[in-house]
Each structure stands twice: as structure tokens, then as C-alpha cells.
């Protein structure tokens, strides 16, 4: 089955700064790419998913790259800040017919300081 | 999206003692799926519910111990049997569908006493 590396575990940044997650997946079939945050008491939030056919993927201060050979998979948050604070999981999956099961990273906890 | 509501937010249980969260979705769904969070972990997956036909449970989980229901396409329900404190974790309901994104719960959080 699939397998997901997450690194740091945790990070601490200072307000402005950039903070940058790697994950890693073993299955070369996985073809979707999820990240989530997490805040306190909270579930999981869908921040932003890249697929398979695409390298780059931005959406305001985050974006997400992958490299499909390497197999591994990134999150950039540029200008944080101290709402940014939360713990982000990726995940990984084969995105089709009969397929649905995401596997996760074992997350990151971000402290942005102000 | 999906809108996803899930009671109860919180509770905290006699060991010995069975809880049933409840998984309702504004809209019609293929799969829903429950995941454990056990303090400061990932979320691991207990079991995906199909509706009109029996949960598949992932290694390490069984029917007897999280028996689900899954009666139509918009709910779901998971029960947590016989408690015991190493059962106190966030519980999360999750949906999907094909070639889209997984909308989470706001969870259940359990504290068995």
C-alpha cells in the first residue's frame, strides 16, 4: 500500500517569513495530492490538492509543487502569519474508478511568531 | 464541497460503556469514511461505509468493536463498543467521491473515563 513521509515535524518561523512541509509517497500510481490544516479542535481543512498531470499549483500565499519522478510533493506558505499557526497533514491517493482511500502524513505542527 | 455535521462535538464516556456519533451530509455521497485521531497523531482510517452493503474495516479494526451504519446516501453512524480509555481519540467522518476533493467533520472528540 501507499506509504506518506512528512518532514519537519514540527517548524517554527517568524511572522513574514516562509515556511516549506516535503512529503514523500512510495505508490507511482497516486495521481492526487491533498493538504490539510488542522487547527485546535478542529477537523481537517482542505487548503489546497495538486494532481498528477500538473507540476505547480498556487492559490494566493500557498502553493504546491510536485515532482512525480522524485515522488515527492511540497507546500510553500510565503508571508505567514500567526493565523498560518496549525498542524498541516498531506496526504496521497489514486484519484479513480473503485479507488478512494487517502493516506496520510503524520502532519506537521507550524508556529508562526509574531 | 460537502458540508458535513457530526454529533456529538464531544464527550466523555464510563469505560465499559458504547457511543454512537452520527455523520450527516448536505448532499447525496458515494462513500463516507471514519478515521481515528489519537492525541497529537495523523488520522488513521477505521473502516469506509458503502451504502446498502456492510463497512470494509482496515487492519486493526473490527465490526464488533466500531460497528457502522450507513442506511442512506446523506448519513452514516459509527459506534464505539465497550470502551476503554485507550479508545479516547478525535473520531472523524469523512466524505469523497471520484475525481474530487475529501471533506472531514469537525469531529468527535472522546474521552473515555
Known amino acids: 500500500g501507499e506509504n506518506v513521509e512528512q518532514h519537519p515535524s514540527t517548524l517554527s518561523v517568524q511572522e513574514g517569513d516562509s515556511a516549506v512541509i516535503k512529503c514523500t509517497y512510495s505508490?507511482?500510481?497516486?495521481?492526487?495530492f491533498p493538504w490539510y490544516k488542522q487547527e485546535l479542535g478542529k477537523g481537517p481543512q482542505l487548503i489546497i490538492d495538486i494532481r498528477s498531470n500538473v507540476g505547480e499549483k498556487k492559490d494566493q500565499r500557498i502553493a504546491v509543487t510536485l515532482n512525480k519522478t522524485a515522488k515527492h510533493f511540497s507546500l510553500h506558505i510565503t508571508e505567514t502569519q500567526p493565523e498560518d499557526s496549525a498542524v498541516y497533514f498531506c496526504a496521497a491517493k489514486y484519484s479513480g474508478a473503485g479507488s478512494y482511500q487517502l493516506t496520510f502524513g503524520k502532519g506537521t505542527k507550524l508556529s508562526v511568531i509574531p | 464541497s460537502a458540508v458535513i455535521s457530526q454529533k456529538p462535538s464531544r464527550d466523555i464516556c464510563q469505560r465499559g460503556t458504547s457511543l454512537t456519533i452520527q455523520c450527516q451530509v448536505d448532499s447525496q455521497v458515494t462513500m463516507m469514511f471514519w478515521y481515528r485521531q489519537q492525541p497529537g497523531q495523523s488520522l488513521t482510517l477505521i473502516a469506509t461505509a458503502n451504502q446498502g452493503s456492510e463497512a470494509t474495516y482496515e487492519s486493526g479494526f473490527v465490526i464488533d468493536k466500531f460497528p457502522i451504519s450507513r442506511p442512506n446516501l446523506t448519513f452514516s453512524t459509527l459506534t464505539v463498543s465497550n470502551m476503554s480509555p485507550e479508545d479516547s481519540s478525535i473520531y472523524l467522518c469523512?466524505?469523497?467521491?471520484?475525481?474530487?476533493?475529501?471533506?472531514f467533520g469537525q469531529g468527535t472528540r472522546l474521552t473515555v473515563v
Open positions: 469523512s466524505v469523497d467521491r471520484v475525481n474530487t476533493e475529501a471533506f
Open positions: 505508490d507511482s500510481a497516486s495521481n492526487y
